[in-house]
């Protein structure tokens, strides 16, 4: 497994500094306990080559639960107030990625275009692939949407 962690580090990295900047190092430490915690799964998935969207995942649901935790709570006065829960879009894209057929690859490419804000500069500088290469995978996926 630690010859697992020394071959995808850079990729960690890559990755978890594109999700969040600020808690890159504790993210990315986070992916590589699960990587020990699943060891027998990760190397299923690497033998199948997935590993860098297996990687993208967890740290991007990592970061998620993190940001859940921080925000269960706002205290003021002594006072615990149930906090209003912002528009859960997250949600709301991932039932509709399942309603339309994607297949696992189409929604990481689609929830990290959308995490880029939709922007193929961003999306370039987070994962260095061409500006081509994006617009192309990006609208194969996006014509297989059905319409709402």
Request: aromatic share 8%.
């Amino acid at each position: 497994m630690k010859a697992l962690v020394s071959k995808y580090y850079n990729d960690i990295k890559r990755i978890t500094q594109s999700i969040d900047k600020s808690g890159t190092n504790d993210l990315a430490h986070e992916v590589i306990l699960k990587m020990y915690d699943n060891q027998q799964r990760i190397e299923e998935i690497e033998e199948q080559g997935g590993l860098i969207g297996w990687i993208f995942k967890v740290a991007k649901n990592q970061h998620i639960d993190s940001i859940r935790l921080r925000k269960e709570f706002i205290c003021a006065d002594n006072l615990q107030l149930a906090q209003v829960k912002p528009i859960d879009y997250k949600k709301e894209l991932s039932d509709i990625l399942k309603e339309n057929d994607l297949t696992h690859i189409e929604t990481l490419w689609i929830e990290a275009y959308i995490e880029s804000n939709a922007n193929k500069s961003n999306f370039k500088r987070r994962f260095n692939i061409s500006p081509s290469c994006i617009k192309k995978r990006i609208d194969e996926i996006t014509n297989k949407l059905k319409p709402c």
